[in-house]
């Protein structure tokens, strides 16, 4: 996260084994964790921004599973590719439509080999993947991702 620290001009606090990192995209406040996994939890690391406006509905974004087919307010967009890889609910079906164009979805699908979980909910936007990331490359797909996001939702809103 060092690395990231001095791309992004961030700073780096905790220990090793629980970094935080902390930033600003477009004068929103970026925290990012890991926590290595243990015998009573999974690993994961997580990008948390502070949204200036709430969303007008709650959105999850999650990878496709047995589980979730049987999920309610699934939205399908369309596109098979996207709706075969990842699962979407809310119970706003136009604005998931309108935040996801074709560029999220690509970057989306870029990451789904990461098994990526979009949580946006109210003034908050979550993303984690289920483990701790190493490499300078897979925090730059991340943090794509997650200013991607940023981005499209103050496009639309």
């Known amino acids: 996260m060092e690395n990231q620290a001095v791309k992004r001009n961030g700073t780096v ?28 939890r999974h690993a ?3 990008v948390n921004i502070t949204l200036f406006k709430p969303v007008p509905s709650p959105v999850t974004i999650s990878r496709e599973s047995v589980l979730s087919r049987f999920g309610k307010n699934e939205v399908q967009l369309g596109f098979d590719e996207f709706d075969r890889v990842f699962f979407l609910r809310s119970d706003d079906e136009l604005f998931v439509r309108n935040l996801l164009d074709s560029g999220l979805q690509d970057k989306l699908l870029e990451m789904s080999g990461e098994k990526p979980s979009i949580v946006i909910q109210g003034t908050w936007l979550t993303i984690s993947v289920p483990k701790v990331l190493k490499s300078d490359e897979a925090y730059d797909r991340l943090f794509t991702l997650a200013f991607a996001f940023v981005d499209r939702l103050s496009e639309i809103q």
């Open 44 to 46: 994961k690391t997580e």
């Open 13 to 40: 606090t905790g220990s090793f084994l629980l970094p935080r990192f902390n930033c600003l995209y477009q004068n929103l406040q970026v925290i990012v964790t890991s926590v290595p996994g243990s015998k009573y």
